[in-house]
């Protein structure tokens, strides 16, 4: 059996082909066809193959010509490195030519040793990423000898083997039906391997034994105006999209997107051969192996935030390829909303129909993909309308924390029922609303079975007053009763230089005290606010002490309204 003993390297082939002549001492002699080869109409799309031996290859030619993929020698025997390889990649990837790299294989010598320098070739580029699956190219060559066969075919075995299970794909192999009898005689078990077969002239490939099929044909050699040498020409059996797909690439989970919505989950293994795989969501505990597929569905961990999948393929013959893995952040939780919840707010009654201030807390987060939007609309008489937004906030939620914790202001009429809804929608595309309904009345100072008082309080026409006019005293132990129903009450009286105090009790509970002075008189506000639990019958008491403020110079208490929400 021969061994890999250093010796010089032969001299490499011109572009791989059926049957070339070759002596140690000469270039290489191909006899071309006698016209250039038409491409056998079917099969498209069209490329070329390259080595060192082809002078002036310019790939904007090649582009132009519609030349859409090339095969380039990188390397041969165990230390040969074309000269050309580095530059024919560079040019193919300017030009947008899918591109692949091919060793010529030594049937003289160790397996693994050439597969390595192949691989270390091809590592020194850039590696196999975007790349056609590599090529082995099995030729006769007399400079080389009679092939050993039982070596040859234990060694390319072993090139293979490595191969796969560097780059997880499957060699490509590269002959003719002759030169395979040469080199392995009857040896059919390489015929998982993609095929790409030379036959030139022919009407239709002749295949090598164990093949019943060929992924790339060459069909023979032709010149492109503005190049010298005659180029290697090749059809891909399939469609460009096809084509397309053949290039080593990493997996992608759910076509690269960033979150998943269900734990279902489809990985694309495009760019990457097997027969069975199996995955892990860490890399250690591992499923059994199934069936490959190239888009492999998964099913990811329960938990919502970033998870793991790696995935490991092995091949007909259990020859494992590396791992290979990608990540991508679970979110099934639709953002969190907080309210809305309105609520009466302190401050002057507006002019107009709109006459109560309010205000509305509201607010929208996002644990996991963090909030992409959110919004408050109010729809009282004249339709939905926008009235507040929370910007967008995509911080991924690594600390828990998004957007949220709104308050807006708005003023709503007497009467008038609302509607207040909050929409969001978190960078997944979740989404999550709520909506909430009130109605506001006013219930004006003048007694009803709704409001009633205790002492002496004196019915006063004042301008601007709601309704027109107020009940005021100066107290003490006078009292205002108001017996509702409702989420929220408030009070609204005037405030002025000559206004005291007055203490509020809700159900007979304390709920705190309302000084009305101020230095300059102000007309009807909001002075006191407060919810109140959901449901029932309450009552509201406004008790007047007949106390002020050091700087009042009277202690008078008015009675302008008292406002409800209701839901």
């Known amino acids: 059996m021969p061994t ?11 572009t791989p082909n059926p049957e070339p002549t070759m002596t140690p001492s000469a270039a290489p002699t191909i006899t071309p066809s006698p016209a250039p080869t038409p491409i056998p109409t079917p099969y498209r799309p069209p490329g070329v193959d390259l080595s060192h031996w082809n002078d002036g290859v310019s790939f904007s030619v090649l582009k132009a010509a519609g030349i859409v993929f090339a095969f380039a020698k990188a390397s041969q025997g165990t230390t040969m490195v074309d000269a050309d390889y580095a530059r024919y990649r560079a040019g193919a990837a300017r030009h947008g030519v899918h591109f692949g790299p091919y060793h010529f294989f030594d049937y003289n010598r160790d397996g693994l040793a050439q597969a390595r320098h192949f691989l270390a070739t091809v590592d020194a580029t850039g ?122 690439r990493l997996p992608t989970i759910d076509g690269d997107a960033p979150f998943a919505t269900t734990r279902e989950v489809t990985m694309d293994l495009t760019g990457r051969d097997g027969a069975v795989l199996r995955s892990s969501p860490d890399g250690v505990a591992w499923s059994d192996w199934r069936p490959y597929q190239r888009l492999a569905a998964f099913t990811l961990g329960e938990t919502d935030g970033d998870q793991a999948l790696h995935v490991q393929l092995a091949d007909e013959r259990g020859v494992t390829a590396p791992i290979i893995s990608d990540t991508i952040t679970l979110d099934t939780t639709a953002p969190a909303l907080t309210g809305p919840a309105p609520a009466f707010r302190l401050g002057p009654l507006a002019d107009g129909d709109r006459p109560f201030p309010v205000s509305i807390a509201w607010g929208a987060s996002d644990a996991t993909s963090g909030l992409a939007e959110g919004s408050l609309t109010e729809d009282c008489t004249d339709g939905p309308v926008v009235v507040a937004t929370v910007s967008p906030d995509r911080m991924g939620a690594s600390d828990g924390t998004a957007e949220s914790g709104q308050t807006t202001d708005l003023s709503l009429p007497n009467g008038g029922t609302c509607m207040f809804s909050i929409g969001a929608a978190d960078a997944a595309g979740l989404t999550a609303s709520s909506a909430r309904t009130v109605t506001v009345t006013a219930v ?47 009070l609204v009286s005037a405030m002025g230089p000559a206004r005291g105090r007055a203490r509020i009790f809700l159900d007979g509970a304390n709920a705190g005290t309302v000084d009305l002075y101020a230095p300059a008189f102000s007309g009807p506000s909001v002075v006191f ?26 202690s008078r208490v008015d009675i302008d309204a008292f406002l409800v929400m209701r839901p």
């Open 529 to 554: 606010s407060m919810p109140v639990p959901d449901g029932g019958q309450h009552i509201l008491e406004v008790r007047v002490p007949g106390t002020k403020h050091l700087d009042a110079t009277g």
């Open 4 to 14: 890999d003993t250093p010796t010089p390297e032969p001299v490499p082939t011109d």
């Open 444 to 490: 004006d100072d003048t007694p009803s079975t709704e409001l009633s008082y205790t002492g002496a309080w004196q019915a006063r026409s004042v301008a601007g007053a709601w309704g027109g006019g107020v009940h005021s005293t100066s107290g003490p132990r006078r009292r205002a009763r108001l017996v509702f129903e409702g989420t929220h009450v408030a």
């Open 127 to 248: 590696g196999f990423q975007g790349l056609l699956p590599p090529v082995v190219d099995v030729e006769c060559l007399s400079v080389l000898g009679s092939p050993p066969r039982s070596y040859a075919r234990a060694q390319l075995r072993v090139m293979v083997d490595e191969l796969y299970a560097r780059t997880g794909r499957r060699p490509i192999i590269y002959t003719s039906a002759s030169m395979w009898s040469r080199v392995m005689g009857t040896d059919t078990s390489f015929g998982a391997n993609p095929l790409w077969v030379a036959c030139w002239g022919c009407s239709k490939p002749v295949l090598p034994t164990g093949w019943s099929t060929w992924s790339y044909w060459q069909t023979g050699s032709t010149r492109f105006d503005g190049i010298p040498s005659r180029i290697g020409t090749d059809v891909y059996r399939g469609t460009l999209q096809g084509l397309g797909r053949q290039p080593t």
